[in-house]
């Protein structure tokens, strides 16, 4: 008999590359550490300020007629100056929002509404962030009966946010909300990754605390 020979198979590098890659194929969703996780924007809800914007300029139009010659003939300087006004309130107002949005840090959580309202809250200072069910009208504006603060363009995927030390707000002068309400697109993402972050500065049960009876 033949002693055997010893047979050497080549791979194409092709295949030993997709073979090292298998398990990185897309669709794969791979845990990121915490301390890895630097900070997300969320938006809010903009169909609001749209509608605001539309409205706006619709009024912004009839007031250069009335301040034209044919009405209150106006000089060009008086006219131009109360449009000018008018034109930054709506700049402010209506299109500012839809430069800003909500956002998580690690160490802060940032609430926005356009350019005319921005809170930053330390995570520490947070007590609980937990899906709220209320049917609130929509604007910047505080409870009459009860120290909280709705900062809202929906009625929809509102979150509240609960503070261990109330704060205080120079556009409601100087009141103190101990709750936030604001609305987001994606709220239960939202709400999942500002727990995540208050994990770190929940205090931990005492061992003789956390024994069943």
């Given at each position: 008999?033949k ?7 080549r791979v194409?590098?092709?295949k030993?590359?997709?073979e090292e890659?298998e398990?990185?194929k897309?669709?794969?969703?791979l ?6 996780i630097l900070s997300r924007?969320?938006s809010y809800?903009?169909k ?5 914007l539309?409205?706006?300029i619709?009024?912004?139009?009839l ?5 034209s010659?044919v009405f209150l003939?106006?000089?060009?300087p ?7 006004l008018y034109?930054?309130f709506?700049v402010v107002?209506?299109?500012s929002?839809f430069l800003t949005?909500h956002?998580?840090t ?6 926005r509404?356009g350019?005319y309202?921005?809170v930053?809250?330390p ?6 962030i937990?899906e709220?069910?209320?049917?609130p009208?929509?604007?910047v504006?505080f409870?009459?009966?009860q120290?909280?603060l709705?900062?809202?363009a ?15 707000f120079?556009?409601?002068?100087g009141?103190?909300a ?5 609305d987001v697109e994606?709220a239960?993402?939202?709400?999942e990754?500002?727990?995540i ?7 931990p049960?005492?061992?003789s605390?956390d024994?069943?009876?």
């Amino acid at each position: 008999m033949k002693e055997g020979k010893a047979h050497m198979v080549r791979v194409p590098a092709h295949k030993i590359e997709s073979e090292e890659h298998e398990e990185t194929k897309p669709g794969i969703r791979l845990t990121v550490p915490e301390d890895r996780i630097l900070s997300r924007d969320f938006s809010y809800t903009k169909k609001l300020f749209l509608q605001r914007l539309v409205l706006q300029i619709i009024l912004m139009a009839l007031i250069a007629i009335l301040l034209s010659p044919v009405f209150l003939n106006l000089d060009l300087p008086a006219t131009a100056a109360v449009l000018g006004l008018y034109a930054v309130f709506l700049v402010v107002s209506s299109i500012s929002p839809f430069l800003t949005s909500h956002t998580i840090t690690p160490d802060h959580l940032i609430l926005r509404q356009g350019w005319y309202f921005k809170v930053t809250i330390p995570i520490e200072n947070i007590d609980e962030i937990e899906e709220s069910d209320e049917f609130p009208k929509v604007g910047v504006k505080f409870a009459l009966r009860q120290s909280k603060l709705y900062v809202t363009a929906s009625r929809y995927g509102l979150v509240r946010i609960a503070l261990k030390d109330a704060k205080r707000f120079p556009l409601a002068l100087g009141k103190k909300a101990e709750e936030i309400v604001v609305d987001v697109e994606q709220a239960s993402r939202f709400i999942e990754l500002g727990n995540i972050f208050l994990e770190r500065y929940r205090e931990p049960i005492p061992a003789s605390q956390d024994q069943s009876f």
